[in-house]
Structure formats: structure tokens, C-alpha cells
């Protein structure tokens, strides 16, 4: 008992304050050996991450990483966050006893005014003037006495990235500890134009007090940024970079699914081996190692995109790729950060939307988290490849253009389209107000650093596996289920699934797909393709008893060409640009917004959507003579 | 306070109307088509009255959005925010 106590007197709890790109989290990393804990603050998509800092005297204290923001004012979520848990408003969050204000040293001017508005707080506060060592290489010499004495509040130098200043910042925190008084709950107003003059102003009164010789501008950056941001060259390096990033994520990601894929399924054989045949096997086999194969065959993507995103951001390219897109992106009233997310959801969208988390205000979010799964994804192309080579012509439309690969090349387009055209009618609708602003600071370049990388693609992994992949897993084994039981009677002559849970559903509610052309067992199929879209093919093949044949995928086609008319497949070809036949994405948005309020509302939609397309495009077809088998 | 008044000075243009390359000093900032919100943003970001400014890069695609220099960092802002920024240009 008395040792839970002294355990609990030991903890002490200090926050991290500061704008964004002053290398907080760098920092944070830093005291706290990178144990962090990252989750979201209940409701809402604003991260929280926590962690512990180990002292010289063997105790820890507890370190609390704030968003980051450029003032209290409650504009954007972070700061509305930030605000409330300096304040002791925010319901769960308490008040940290004291805070780190971290400010980027070669950037004070703007910096400091952040820190007087934290000081106004009453909280015992330490200024961490990060990045000393750029800061002086770029000729700036401070008196770091009288800032601390003109600030009223101790000043320690460090460089985050190479573990300088630590020990002493932590040793300032604990002599904070020992005149600790608990903090005051002030009565906060929002500042006015004239408070935010004179903070200012004041910002400028200490600095010329206590700079010595001025920070000269950062050379190296403003002369990248003249091929970076050169009309020419900048945008050709922007599309190598694009491209670049696109290709891995389509390619390089297929080496490391197909181990993944090729070990699950020999885990599943050697499994099976060992059960043998049986309801038992048949759950252990094709419903929890084929579900946590579903959830671990995404990782590839997740860990390839955001390695590029890591480097980006810390490199400081991004916010310069994001200008550059942003006339583009605005004329669709989404922000330029907006075209990452969009571009990775060709690959797949589940990194797309967990990527959205670099677009600061909500709208633009929202909106981007909407449309992305409308990009057509990898998965998407295995089941364009089967309808097109069975029901589309191999001709020729003009020189070497065939038919197929426009209809192909049509698919991708129209889901770029539709995508873009949706984010201008949730801008107009559900989220109309004034065009979201750019204003975005360009951070000076930096050399990315490997282990603040693997952190954060560590963070992301435990983050996708644990929230989106739980729910995936869990999904995957209901289907299963549902596709399994009951069994086919004996003597049964249709495939054992159109006997089971999926097949009773798809038969019930093939009259509502009936007017789309669809078929029931189209209809059955499209149950457990909601696990994945390409899993769709399995179940037809499953469906058509074509099952585990030799040249399975080309039978299949055979049979459906048999089956369906042109304007069944346009129809079917039509449903997959649109529809939302992906349980990952669902769990995914659920995750990155926190509510299921928002999966549920993309569901409705894209299905929706999916059926009016399909409807439309189907008895055009039919008018045109294609409705024939 | 009337913003429309002031701009008849001469030599006073809004910082949106700036050209790559022109730089100048900032001498007010607000305006009534600007929410409170924006104009506040963009004081926190450093613009702010007295504060030299230099307009450094203009997008490829229209001219729009530039990035200037404010207060030793570079924002990036779309022309229409910079209205709400009065710039007296050096000679």
C-alpha cells in the first residue's frame, strides 16, 4: 500500500506546448525514450499521446505531448483541445502541472508570442529553445539570461534530434516541482486584435533585449526553394515525386502482400493438415487465419505510404508540395494537403484515409476521408480484369487504343471524377462555409531523422492493427459464418453457399437488386466481397461451382459471358467504381473519425450512388440491344 | 476603422496584388469582408503591423498562392487571405 502511494507521488505530469514544426514531438521522443502511447481524445480526431520521462533520481514523470498549434484561440480542434486541458476545462484530460513551451530557436519572433500567451495561463512553465544548433549556425547569438529574466521563466537550450539539453530541461521541470502551487483556474477571454498586437510587441521588446547578433535567413532553404518552387522545375519535381510514391505503393507493396498472402494460406494448409476436415478447421482456417491474413495484407501499404509521408513532412517537402497543389485541390474546395490522401487511395484506401490526419481542419477532412474510397483502388482491378476480358470486345478503336483498355482506362477515370465531383457537393452541402484558408508555414529544410520515422510508421502500425484491425478480424469472422452455415443439405444441387446465411440474404434481397441487373447469384456473391472487393471473385467462382478447376479464372469468365448479358456486366462494372464493398474502409473511417457516424453516412452514400449509376448505366445498355444473354 | 479609406494612400496596395519579388512593410491589416478568425490567424502567423514583408514564390498554376517572408518564416497564403493584409511598397 505504502508503495502505491510513494508510486503515485512520483508521478508528476508535465505538458508539451508549442507551434507546429518546432520539433516537439522530436522532442518528446526524445525525454521520453520513444515509449509513447498515442490514442485520440474521446470523440473527436485529435490525437493524444502520452509517455513517460525517466529522471536522474530513478523517477518518472508522466509527459504529456499537446497539438500542436499557433495560439489558444480555439479556431481548429487542436487548439480548442489544447486549450481546454491548459485551462482544466477539458472533461477527462486534467490540467498538466506544468508545461515544456517549445519554440523552434531560428524562428523566435513568432515563436514567443505562443509562450507569453502560455505564461498568461499561470501554469509553471520551462521554455525549451529547440534547435539551438541550426539557430546558431545561422549566426544568431542570444543572451540567454536576459531572455529568461525578461520572459520570467527559465530558458534551456536543446537539440532535440541529438539528445542535448535533456537533463537539464528535466531538471528545470523538477525544480518547478518544488514551488509547485496548483494552478489557478484563470478567467480566460479570447484575445482581441490589440492583445495579440501587444503580445507582439512585447515579443519584439525581450528579443531586442536579448539577441545579441540576429539569425541570418536560412540560406540553404530559400535556395531549394528555387527549384522546389520554380514554376518549371518545381512542378516537374513534383510529379517525380508523385509518381514515385505512386509506383511503390502499386508495386514494391506486392512483394511483402504475396509473403503475406503465401504464408497465410501455408499457416492455413499446415493448420488444416493437422485438424483435418471439420467445422473446427473450417473456423480456425478460412475464419480467423484467412481474417488476420485480411487485416495483415494491408500493412505493406500502410508502412510504405507513411514512410514517404514521414519523409516528407520532416524534410519540410510537404507543406511545399501542398502549395503547389493547391490551386488544383481548391477549385474542388479541398485543401492541398488533400491530393496525398487522394493519390494513395489508388493503391488502397485505407492508407488514404489514415494519411488524411496532415489536413488540419475538419471539413477538409471530412470531406477528403469521404471521397477517397472512391479513387479506384488495387483491389478494384482483379474484378475489372474478369468482367472486361469476358464481356468487352478485344477490338481495336483507333491504332493501337482497344476497347478494353479504354473501358478500363473509362473505370479509373469516372472514379476520379465522381470523387471530385462529390467533394464539391459535400463543400456545398454538409460542409458549406466559407472556402477553407491555406495559410501554412513552410518549415525550413531538414535532414529526416531514421529513428523519429520509425516511431512514427511504429505508431501507425499499432494504431491500424489494434483499432481498425481489431474490427476487421472480427468482421471477417462474421462473414465467414454467415457464408458457412447452414451447411447444404445432402443431395443439394446448387453451390453449398446459395444454402447458407449469405445465400438466404442474397436470395431476400435480390428483387431490390433485380432492376440493376443483377442476378441472385450475383447478389450472394457481393456478401462476403464486402470483406474485400477482389474477394468477390472467390465467390462467384464459389457461386458458379468453378471452384479450385484448372484455369479457374478463365472458366469463370466462360461461364459468366454464358450467364449474363453486356448490360448485366456494365451494370455489376459500374456498382464496384462506386460502391462502398469494403468493410476495411468502413472500420478505417471509423477509426480515423471516431464515430460510426461517418462510415455509416459512406455506406448510405456510395451505395446510393452505386445504384443509381448502376440502374442508369444498365437500361441504357438495354436500350441499346446489350440486355441479351 | 475603414481599410477602404486608408488603401487611397499612395504606395499602399494589398498584399494580394503583389508581384513576385515586391516587398514592402506591412501598415494594416483587417478589412470587413475578412472574418475576425482569418485576420487574427494571420497576425498569429506574424503579420502584423510594421513587419517587413517580401513576397518570395507564386504558384505555377494562376500565380495563386504565393509564399512571402514574414518575421523570419515563410507562409504560404492564398492571394485572397492576403487582401486583408495593407502593404506600403518600397520604393
Same mark, same amino acid.
Given at each position: 500500500?505504502?508503495?502505491?502511494?510513494?508510486?503515485?507521488?512520483?508521478?508528476?505530469?508535465?505538458?508539451?506546448?508549442?507551434?507546429?514544426?518546432?520539433?516537439?514531438?522530436?522532442?518528446?521522443?526524445?525525454?521520453?525514450?520513444?515509449?509513447?502511447?498515442?490514442?485520440?481524445?474521446?470523440?473527436?480526431?485529435?490525437?493524444?499521446?502520452?509517455?513517460?520521462?525517466?529522471?536522474?533520481?530513478?523517477?518518472?514523470?508522466?509527459?504529456?505531448?499537446?497539438?500542436?498549434?499557433?495560439?489558444?484561440? =480555439?479556431?481548429?480542434?487542436?487548439?480548442?483541445?489544447?486549450?481546454?486541458?491548459?485551462?482544466?476545462?477539458?472533461?477527462?484530460?486534467?490540467?498538466?502541472?506544468?508545461?515544456?513551451?517549445?519554440?523552434?530557436?531560428?524562428?523566435?519572433?513568432?515563436?514567443?508570442?505562443?509562450?507569453?500567451?502560455?505564461? %498568461?495561463?499561470?501554469?509553471?512553465?520551462?521554455?525549451?529553445?529547440?534547435?539551438?544548433?541550426?539557430?546558431?549556425?545561422?549566426?544568431?547569438?542570444?543572451?540567454?539570461?536576459?531572455?529568461?529574466?525578461?520572459?520570467?521563466?527559465?530558458?534551456?537550450?536543446?537539440?532535440?534530434?541529438?539528445?542535448?539539453?535533456? $537533463?537539464? /530541461?528535466?531538471? %528545470?521541470?523538477?525544480?518547478?516541482?518544488?514551488?509547485?502551487?496548483?494552478?489557478?483556474?484563470?478567467? #480566460?477571454? &479570447?484575445?482581441?486584435?490589440?492583445?495579440?498586437?501587444?503580445?507582439?510587441?512585447?515579443?519584439?521588446?525581450?528579443?531586442?533585449?536579448?539577441?545579441?547578433?540576429?539569425?541570418?535567413?536560412? @540560406?540553404?532553404?530559400?535556395?531549394?526553394?528555387?527549384?522546389?518552387?520554380?514554376?518549371?522545375?518545381?512542378?516537374?519535381?513534383?510529379?517525380?515525386?508523385?509518381?514515385?510514391?505512386?509506383?511503390?505503393?502499386?508495386?514494391?507493396?506486392?512483394?511483402? &502482400?504475396?509473403?503475406?498472402?503465401?504464408?497465410?494460406?501455408?499457416?492455413?494448409?499446415?493448420?488444416? /493438415?493437422?485438424?483435418?476436415?471439420?467445422?473446427?478447421?473450417?473456423?480456425?482456417?478460412?475464419?480467423?487465419?484467412?481474417?488476420?491474413?485480411?487485416?495483415?495484407?494491408?500493412?505493406?501499404?500502410?508502412?510504405?505510404? *507513411?514512410?514517404?509521408?514521414?519523409?516528407?513532412?520532416?524534410?519540410?517537402?510537404?507543406?511545399?508540395?501542398? *502549395?503547389?497543389?493547391?490551386?488544383?485541390?481548391?477549385?474542388?474546395?479541398?485543401?492541398?494537403?488533400?491530393?496525398?490522401?487522394?493519390? !494513395?487511395? *489508388?493503391?488502397?484506401?485505407?492508407?488514404?484515409?489514415?494519411?488524411?490526419?496532415?489536413?488540419?481542419?475538419?471539413?477538409?477532412? @471530412?470531406?477528403?476521408?469521404?471521397?477517397?474510397?472512391?479513387?479506384?483502388?488495387?483491389?478494384?482491378?482483379?474484378?475489372? !480484369?474478369?468482367?472486361?476480358?469476358?464481356?468487352?470486345?478485344?477490338?481495336?478503336?483507333?491504332?493501337?487504343?482497344?476497347?478494353?483498355?479504354?473501358?478500363?482506362?473509362?473505370?479509373?477515370?469516372?472514379?476520379?471524377?465522381?470523387?471530385?465531383?462529390?467533394?464539391?457537393?459535400?463543400?456545398?452541402?454538409?460542409?458549406?462555409?466559407?472556402?477553407?484558408?491555406?495559410?501554412?508555414? @513552410?518549415?525550413?529544410?531538414?535532414?529526416?531523422?531514421?529513428?523519429?520515422?520509425?516511431?512514427?510508421?511504429?505508431?501507425? =502500425?499499432?494504431?491500424?492493427?489494434?483499432?481498425?484491425?481489431?474490427?476487421?478480424?472480427?468482421?471477417?469472422?462474421?462473414?465467414?459464418?454467415?457464408?458457412?452455415?447452414?451447411?447444404?443439405?445432402?443431395?443439394?444441387?446448387?453451390?453449398?453457399?446459395?444454402?447458407?446465411?449469405?445465400?438466404?440474404?442474397?436470395?431476400?434481397?435480390?428483387?431490390?437488386?433485380?432492376?440493376?441487373?443483377?442476378?441472385?447469384?450475383?447478389?450472394?456473391?457481393?456478401?462476403?466481397?464486402?470483406?474485400?472487393? %477482389?474477394?468477390?471473385?472467390?465467390?462467384?467462382?464459389?457461386?458458379?461451382?468453378?471452384?479450385?478447376?484448372?484455369?479457374?479464372?478463365?472458366?469463370?469468365?466462360?461461364?459468366?459471358?454464358?450467364?449474363?448479358?453486356?448490360?448485366?456486366?456494365?451494370?455489376?462494372?459500374?456498382?464496384?467504381?462506386?460502391?462502398?464493398?469494403?468493410?476495411?474502409?468502413?472500420?478505417?473511417?471509423?477509426?480515423?473519425?471516431?464515430?460510426?457516424? #461517418?462510415?455509416?453516412?459512406?455506406?448510405?452514400?456510395?451505395?446510393?450512388?452505386?445504384?443509381?449509376?448502376?440502374?442508369?448505366?444498365?437500361?441504357?445498355?438495354? &436500350?441499346?440491344?446489350?440486355?441479351?444473354? | 476603422?475603414?481599410?477602404?479609406?486608408?488603401?487611397?494612400?499612395?504606395?499602399?496596395?494589398?498584399?494580394? &496584388?503583389?508581384?513576385?519579388?515586391?516587398?514592402?512593410?506591412?501598415?494594416?491589416?483587417?478589412?470587413?469582408?475578412? !472574418?475576425?478568425?482569418?485576420?487574427?490567424?494571420?497576425?498569429?502567423?506574424?503579420?502584423?503591423?510594421?513587419?517587413?514583408?517580401?513576397?518570395?514564390?507564386?504558384?505555377?498554376?494562376?500565380?495563386?498562392?504565393?509564399?512571402?517572408?514574414?518575421?523570419?518564416?515563410?507562409?504560404? /497564403?492564398?492571394?485572397? $487571405?492576403?487582401?486583408?493584409?495593407?502593404?506600403?511598397?518600397?520604393?
Amino acid at each position: 500500500m505504502s508503495k502505491l502511494i510513494t508510486q503515485i507521488k512520483k508521478t508528476y505530469d508535465v505538458a508539451l506546448a508549442g507551434n507546429p514544426n518546432c520539433g516537439k514531438t522530436a522532442l518528446f521522443n526524445a525525454i521520453t525514450g520513444g515509449n509513447a502511447k498515442v490514442g485520440n481524445y474521446p470523440g473527436v480526431t485529435v490525437e493524444r499521446k502520452v509517455g513517460r520521462a525517466l529522471l536522474p533520481d530513478g523517477s518518472t514523470l508522466k509527459v504529456l505531448d499537446l497539438p500542436g498549434t499557433y495560439s489558444l484561440n =480555439s479556431r481548429t480542434l487542436d487548439e480548442e483541445i489544447t486549450r481546454n486541458i491548459l485551462l482544466g476545462k477539458h472533461a477527462l484530460e486534467p490540467m498538466p502541472k506544468a508545461l515544456i513551451a517549445v519554440v523552434d530557436a531560428t524562428n523566435l519572433e513568432r515563436g514567443l508570442g505562443f509562450v507569453l500567451e502560455l505564461r %498568461e495561463l499561470g501554469i509553471p512553465l520551462v521554455l525549451a529553445l529547440n534547435m539551438v544548433d541550426l539557430a546558431k549556425s545561422r549566426g544568431q547569438v542570444l543572451n540567454l539570461e536576459i531572455l529568461s529574466r525578461e520572459l520570467g521563466i527559465p530558458v534551456v537550450p536543446t537539440v532535440a534530434i541529438q539528445k542535448e539539453g535533456l $537533463e537539464k /530541461l528535466l531538471a %528545470e521541470v523538477c525544480l518547478l516541482k518544488s514551488d509547485l502551487k496548483p494552478a489557478v483556474l484563470i478567467d #480566460w477571454k &479570447k484575445p482581441d486584435q490589440n492583445q495579440i498586437r501587444s503580445r507582439f510587441a512585447e515579443v519584439d521588446r525581450i528579443l531586442s533585449l536579448s539577441i545579441v547578433q540576429a539569425t541570418q535567413p536560412a @540560406l540553404w532553404t530559400e535556395r531549394l526553394d528555387q527549384i522546389v518552387l520554380h514554376p518549371v522545375l518545381g512542378t516537374c519535381l513534383l510529379v517525380l515525386v508523385l509518381a514515385f510514391v505512386f509506383q511503390a505503393i502499386f508495386s514494391w507493396a506486392e512483394i511483402p &502482400k504475396g509473403f503475406i498472402e503465401s504464408g497465410v494460406s501455408w499457416l492455413g494448409d499446415q493448420v488444416g /493438415l493437422w485438424l483435418g476436415k471439420g467445422p473446427l478447421e473450417s473456423l480456425i482456417v478460412d475464419g480467423m487465419i484467412a481474417g488476420v491474413g485480411a487485416v495483415l495484407v494491408f500493412l505493406p501499404q500502410i508502412l510504405i505510404l *507513411f514512410a514517404f509521408i514521414l519523409v516528407l513532412e520532416d524534410s519540410g517537402y510537404m507543406a511545399r508540395a501542398a *502549395f503547389l497543389m493547391d490551386k488544383l485541390m481548391g477549385k474542388v474546395g479541398l485543401h492541398g494537403r488533400a491530393f496525398i490522401p487522394l493519390l !494513395s487511395s *489508388f493503391a488502397c484506401a485505407i492508407p488514404g484515409i489514415m494519411s488524411t490526419r496532415t489536413i488540419e481542419q475538419r471539413k477538409d477532412r @471530412l470531406t477528403t476521408i469521404l471521397v477517397a474510397p472512391l479513387m479506384t483502388c488495387s483491389a478494384r482491378l482483379p474484378v475489372y !480484369s474478369l468482367l472486361i476480358a469476358a464481356f468487352i470486345p478485344n477490338m481495336s478503336v483507333w491504332g493501337p487504343i482497344r476497347l478494353q483498355g479504354l473501358v478500363m482506362f473509362g473505370l479509373y477515370f469516372a472514379g476520379v471524377v465522381i470523387a471530385l465531383l462529390m467533394a464539391v457537393i459535400f463543400r456545398m452541402s454538409l460542409f458549406r462555409g466559407p472556402k477553407p484558408n491555406l495559410l501554412m508555414e @513552410l518549415p525550413t529544410y531538414k535532414l529526416p531523422r531514421l529513428k523519429n520515422i520509425g516511431l512514427g510508421l511504429m505508431e501507425r =502500425s499499432v494504431l491500424f492493427l489494434k483499432k481498425a484491425g481489431t474490427v476487421i478480424l472480427s468482421v471477417s469472422i462474421v462473414l465467414w459464418f454467415l457464408v458457412s452455415y447452414p451447411k447444404a443439405p445432402v443431395g443439394a444441387h446448387e453451390a453449398a453457399i446459395s444454402y447458407s446465411y449469405a445465400g438466404i440474404v442474397g436470395h431476400a434481397i435480390e428483387p431490390l437488386f433485380r432492376p440493376l441487373g443483377f442476378n441472385w447469384k450475383i447478389v450472394v456473391a457481393l456478401i462476403p466481397g464486402l470483406a474485400a472487393r %477482389e474477394v468477390m471473385i472467390g465467390s462467384l467462382a464459389t457461386v458458379y461451382a468453378v471452384e479450385g478447376r484448372e484455369n479457374g479464372i478463365a472458366l469463370l469468365g466462360q461461364r459468366l459471358s454464358e450467364d449474363w448479358s453486356i448490360a448485366t456486366a456494365l451494370s455489376l462494372l459500374v456498382w464496384y467504381v462506386l460502391a462502398c464493398q469494403c468493410f476495411s474502409t468502413l472500420a478505417v473511417t471509423r477509426r480515423e473519425t471516431n464515430s460510426w457516424r #461517418w462510415p455509416a453516412f459512406m455506406f448510405l452514400y456510395m451505395t446510393s450512388l452505386a445504384y443509381l449509376g448502376s440502374f442508369t448505366i444498365y437500361h441504357l445498355a438495354v &436500350k441499346m440491344g446489350l440486355g441479351k444473354i | 476603422m475603414s481599410l477602404t479609406a486608408t488603401l487611397k494612400h499612395v504606395g499602399h496596395v494589398r498584399l494580394g &496584388k503583389l508581384e513576385k519579388g515586391e516587398k514592402g512593410l506591412i501598415t494594416q491589416i483587417g478589412g470587413i469582408e475578412f !472574418s475576425v478568425e482569418t485576420v487574427q490567424r494571420l497576425m498569429e502567423m506574424g503579420f502584423l503591423e510594421g513587419a517587413t514583408i517580401e513576397v518570395l514564390h507564386q504558384s505555377p498554376f494562376g500565380g495563386d498562392p504565393i509564399v512571402v517572408r514574414v518575421r523570419g518564416s515563410l507562409v504560404a /497564403l492564398r492571394r485572397n $487571405e492576403a487582401n486583408a493584409i495593407e502593404v506600403l511598397l518600397d520604393e
